[in-house]
């Protein structure tokens, strides 16, 4: 199938050709690249993932699974904001890591085992400033961190994946946020990955505009993927650094191009 480039929107993105047995069976024999389109970039297309160009189907349901990414600052939760006001169902692995460690969890309670007491507040919940301090500091205590976070992250994103789509039936495109997808070699997880971008240089001008200092901003910022990695598992790439007007556009055309691939 041809795909016409969209030429009034500063779009990159990448198409997969969907629907044909043979092409699946083929893909199964080998890895396949599949010619892309993918405007302003050299970046090479990635190898296509079998099965997915038509969605994956859940107990017996098709849906369409997009991850949602992008560096601190770059605007993601207004792209996934904007997707879920569309119709898609939001799964925020923010909202998720925050679930997993409120009192009375067992995530809360080996972090407190592993990092100390300093971390917890009198009312027994966690010091997310505290920890962020050592964290962020410290490239062995992040990946500590992690290691206890995510694997619960990950079974709370799942469940809440698998009940959305008995909630919303056929068809359903999930979209999950998920800021460390880059990080954490996540993209062969989902249909599709929307990177959301800006340079450098705006990240670090709304981080100080939220309070970060510039020293702490330009930290966070450097414990993330770079963004040429992020760009390197995009198949859609949204530019954020415009106008919320030029972003409404944007995420309108992402959604159009979810859609017909939700329902081919």
Request: hydrophobic fraction near 45%; aromatic fraction near 4%.
């Amino acid at each position: 199938r041809d795909y016409p480039e969209r030429r009034h929107l500063p779009l990159q993105v990448r198409y997969r050709p969907h629907g044909a047995t043979s092409f699946f069976a083929a893909a199964l024999q080998r890895r396949l690249t599949v010619p892309t389109l993918w405007r302003g970039s050299d970046i090479p297309a990635r190898p296509i993932k079998v099965g997915c160009a038509i969605g994956m189907l859940r107990k017996g349901r098709r849906m369409l699974r997009v991850g949602l990414t992008g560096g601190i600052g770059s605007g993601k939760s207004e792209v996934g904001r904007r997707l879920a006001a569309r119709g898609a169902v939001l799964l925020d692995a923010d909202k998720a890591a925050r679930a997993v460690v409120e009192p009375g969890t067992p995530g809360l309670a080996q972090i407190a085992e592993t990092f100390g007491p300093g971390v917890l507040r009198e009312d027994g919940s966690l010091d997310r400033a505290k920890l962020a301090e050592i964290v962020f500091a410290d490239d062995a205590a992040r990946g500590t961190l992690n290691a206890i976070v995510h694997p619960l992250v990950h079974d709370h994103m799942r469940a809440a994946e698998e009940a959305a789509v008995e909630a919303a039936g056929d068809g359903a495109v999930i979209v999950h946020d998920v800021p460390l997808l880059a990080e954490g070699g996540r993209g062969k997880e989902f249909d599709l990955v929307i990177v959301v971008d800006v340079p450098p240089e705006v990240q670090v001008e709304r981080l100080v505009r939220r309070g970060l200092a510039e020293d702490q901003a330009r930290a966070r910022m450097a414990a993330q993927a770079t963004r040429d990695q992020r760009l390197a598992v995009a198949d859609i790439v949204i530019d954020n650094s415009g106008t919320l007007e030029d972003l409404d556009r944007r995420v309108s055309d992402v959604w159009a191009t979810l859609e017909s691939r939700a329902h081919p």
